[in-house]
């Protein structure tokens, strides 16, 4: 579909929204019930393999009987002439990932404020045994609440999970997913067995470290970062920023173990973690 198309089965484009490796998205209205969507259509090549559709279908019905206030509602999924779609709600408020190119570094307490109601959602989420597979800021979304406050929702549930099971990616070894977040589970097709809530307690704590230092720990060429996940120690928070409590510091370096048992048990036990890194003394300028 064209960005000039007008409609999409019941739903009148308004314009598109964002293009990425696996979807366009576009703002629409859904012409039954007056509404405005985001529709998201699945790029073609993706429903080559015959039994992707039935899979994605099958993954994004799940991900829609999901009901919680920082998980993205999904309204309406389905394959209209074989164009495979999604219709959510509409968020328009950007994205973390929007948040930190044009602010750059949060504080600690922006950081747990943020990340308290994604860490719910994932435990949410895993309760009911889904895992996300790309917890990143692209994939949070925010909103300001009728208090002014900022309300973070973690949208892309269930995409990564249909994407990785096609035989075309096994067979060719792609990675599916965002190398700069992703487990070592993630990367290394020998330890795939072990994908899992843990998984996505990783990608938190890149999403956390990127929050309070600018940048991922990893980053490079595609080699460089697969290596890093897998076999180096992050450069140091506190080496990057000097007002990182060591505790949080600290918490953030138990969820980026390489080994999935020795993360976190949970994502709101990691944040609770960060929320509870007493802060550094401020310093008081000497007298002049």
């Known amino acids: ?102 602010q750059g570094p949060l504080d600690l307490e922006a950081c747990v404020a943020l990340l308290g109601g994604i860490a719910d959602a994932l435990d949410y989420a895993h309760s009911r045994g889904l895992v996300h597979r790309d917890v990143k800021p692209a994939n949070i979304l925010l909103k300001t609440s009728h208090r002014g406050h900022l309300h973070p929702i973690l949208s892309d549930f269930g995409l990564v999970k249909a994407l990785a ?21 993630q990367i290394d097709a020998d330890l795939g067995a072990q994908i899992g809530p843990a998984t996505d307690i990783y990608a938190l704590g890149i999403v956390a470290y990127h929050m309070l230092s600018g940048q ?20 140091a928070l506190t080496d990057l920023r000097a007002d990182v409590p060591p505790a949080a510091a ?6 980026l173990a390489k080994a999935p048992g020795d993360r976190f048990p949970s994502a709101t036990s990691f944040i609770q973690a960060l929320a509870a890194a007493p802060a550094l003394p401020k310093r008081v300028p000497p007298p002049v």
């Open 1 to 102: 579909m064209t960005d000039q198309a007008r409609s999409f089965g019941k739903y009148e484009i308004l314009g598109p929204l964002g293009r990425g490796g696996f979807a366009t998205v576009y703002r629409a209205r859904d012409a039954t019930l007056d509404r405005e969507v985001a529709l998201k259509l699945l790029h073609p090549h993706h429903t080559l393999e015959p039994d992707f559709a039935q899979r994605f279908l099958q993954e994004a019905r799940t991900v829609a009987s999901l009901s919680h206030p920082h998980i993205i509602t999904l309204y309406e999924v389905g394959d209209l002439d074989g164009q495979l779609f999604l219709a959510m709600e509409l968020v328009d408020g950007g994205t973390l990932q929007g948040k930190l190119q044009g």
């Open 165 to 185: 099971q096609s035989s075309e990616l096994t067979r060719s070894g792609a990675l599916v997913g965002t190398l700069e977040y992703m487990a070592p589970e």
């Open 216 to 235: 991922v720990p990893f980053s490079g060429s595609t080699a460089n970062v697969m290596h890093g996940h897998l076999h180096k120690t992050p450069p």
């Open 250 to 255: 600290a918490a953030i370096q138990r969820a």
